[in-house]
């Protein structure tokens, strides 16, 4: 990935780290010549990582640009659409950086969803959305936090990868609409029998009635101001889309589990989500957003049609929810 410059193709790559010594033996290198040749790299990365490519690289470390995790690794859809800020901005100054990230997921087989299953799909999207941009992005993933069918999807969303034999296309790469149309359909467990809220919506002048039963339960929960405006809002698209794009009624579930807030809206259209809805900025946001606005403002977001129902549930971790914003 040296000399990016001029380069049209988006390159997008994995750094899979499977010994002790891959970032020594693969990244360093890579950052070494980087820096030799006057390229900008940004570091959004953790601290073990940080430790051993400062250690390696002596002060040779300051000429990279270094950002904390937390300022872009949030909700899953914050944090897609904070790195195309940063993507775009660059763009506009004319300056291409090559960003280093190691993105803050971690599997967990007893966490109410799969955030890695939900960020991949995101991944797969920035090979359309910053394609443009002319900024490298090498994606750094641990084998140790993944099984291997995660690592086999991580493959699947970079088009290219830094191999012991150096940047190398990746014969596994799958295009971002063929990537998402294979995983439209998530798997949901069942809602409980007895939820917290459970609501049934008949037309639009029923919304504000949702809406403030949805604000007092994520209240209840303790949810901060601004977070019960983020889970208010993406309930209040989402039902939105059922009356206006379904078929009412539109049944309103809401419940914990952990620490997590979860809400389940389904209609009884039967019409299937379009796989990529929620994953592209909308041109004109004075109007209804939908799924865009969703995605930002729930962790997860998942989607499913079946038995002429389509549903729509959206996960909240408190402490994701609540990361970066003023309690």
Not at 230 to 254: D, I, K, M, W, Y
Request: proline residues 7%; positive net charge; contains cysteine.
């Amino acid at each position: 990935m040296v000399n990016h410059r001029g380069l049209e193709r988006f390159l997008h790559g994995v750094l899979v780290v499977d010994a002790e010594d891959t970032i020594e033996r693969r990244l360093v290198p890579l950052l070494r010549r980087e820096i030799t040749a006057g390229q900008a790299v940004l570091m959004v990365v953790g601290s073990p990582t940080a430790q051993i490519v400062r250690d390696r690289l002596g002060r040779d470390a300051d000429a990279l640009r270094w950002a904390a995790m937390d300022g872009f690794y949030q909700r899953l859809g914050f944090t897609y659409s904070g790195f195309d800020r940063y993507l775009r901005e660059q763009h506009a100054r004319r300056e291409a950086v090559h960003v280093v990230a190691e993105p803050d997921v971690v599997s967990d087989p007893v966490a109410p969803v799969d955030r890695t299953a939900a960020y991949l799909k995101y991944e797969a999207m920035t090979n359309e959305a910053y394609a443009g941009y002319g900024c490298p992005i090498t994606c750094i993933w641990h084998r140790r936090h993944h099984s291997a069918s995660i690592i086999d999807d991580v493959r699947r969303v970079h088009p290219r990868e830094l191999t012991g034999r150096g940047d190398r296309d990746n014969p596994a790469y799958v295009p971002p609409a063929a990537y998402l149309k294979a995983r439209t359909q998530a798997p949901m467990t069942p809602a409980p029998p007895v939820t917290d809220v459970d609501l049934t919506v008949w037309d639009f002048a029923e919304v504000g009635a949702c809406r403030a039963a949805v604000a007092r339960f994520a209240a209840q929960r303790h949810f901060a101001p601004a977070a019960v405006r983020h889970v208010v809002a993406a309930t209040s698209e989402v039902v939105a889309n059922g009356l206006r794009h379904g078929r009412p009624p539109v049944q309103v579930f809401a419940w914990t589990q952990d620490d997590t807030l979860i809400v389940h809206v389904q209609d009884h259209g039967g019409k299937a989500v379009p796989s990529d809805a929620g994953y592209r900025q909308p041109a004109i946001l004075t109007g209804p957003a939908g799924l865009w606005i969703a995605r930002q403002v729930a962790d997860v977001l998942l989607t499913r049609t079946a038995g002429g129902r389509t549903t729509v549930r959206m996960y909240f971790p408190y402490a994701v929810t609540h990361r970066s914003l003023p309690i």
